[in-house]
């Protein structure tokens, strides 16, 4: 049983003191790659150094829309240059927050726009933080990317209705702590009718972690709470679910990342 985190932030200092450890915690669960994101600038920087100091790591890098009104074209410069470098499977987390709003929308479209042409460029999948965005965000990728489009909707935490749009348009669906808490039932409908080739897991750690630690720091080895109740909810074996979200990990990241998966 071999798990791949597709989303986790171990470069943030919620993790410095015990990164090691951390890490080896996740190995000893059975979580074997992780895929560690970026959010700005500096942050991608971090994400791709602690990449390279294991083989089961990998990297993304991005500006997210909360930082989006901080881009410039020193920044542009530095993340394509960031993407080109071994280690780096994918450009994110990037997309649209509607929810907050930390950055003006139209900033956050224009910025989305740049990253959705870098990834064209790079030939890199997508990883899309959507939030009260989603019919938005199925726009701006339909008028500005052709499908079937490399990317994959994060933590997604949307209708079922939503979740078929963006599959049909390629996407993959990555799910996370949230869909075990009690209240998510709208979640697990989305869950049971994502399509197995398409379907992704991710702790976005130190964020959401799963309902048995609830309130606590997530971290990857907490993947696999999150993948029983998902496996319970599919009516799937956590075996089977695994091998199939492995399997589609490395379908979107990647040559390299299936290579090097260990």
Known sequence: MAFV???????????????????????????????????????SRRAVEVAEQYDFVFATVGIHPHDAKEATSRTWNEIAKLAQHDKVVAIGEVGLDFYRNLSPKE???QVFIRFMELATRTDLPLVLHLRDSYEEAVELLEAHMKPPIRAVSHCFSATMEIMQKLVRLGLYISFAGPVSYPRNEELREALAACPEDRLLLETDAPYLAPQAFRGKRNEPAYLVETARRIADVRGISLDELAERTSQNAGALFGRRFQTDMV
């Open 107 to 109: 900033v956050q479209r």
């Open 5 to 43: 985190d597709t989303h986790v932030h171990l470069h943030f200092p919620e993790f410095r003191s015990e990164i090691e450890q951390v890490v080896q915690r996740a190995r000893d669960a059975g979580v074997r790659c992780l895929i560690n994101v970026g959010t700005d600038l500096e942050s």
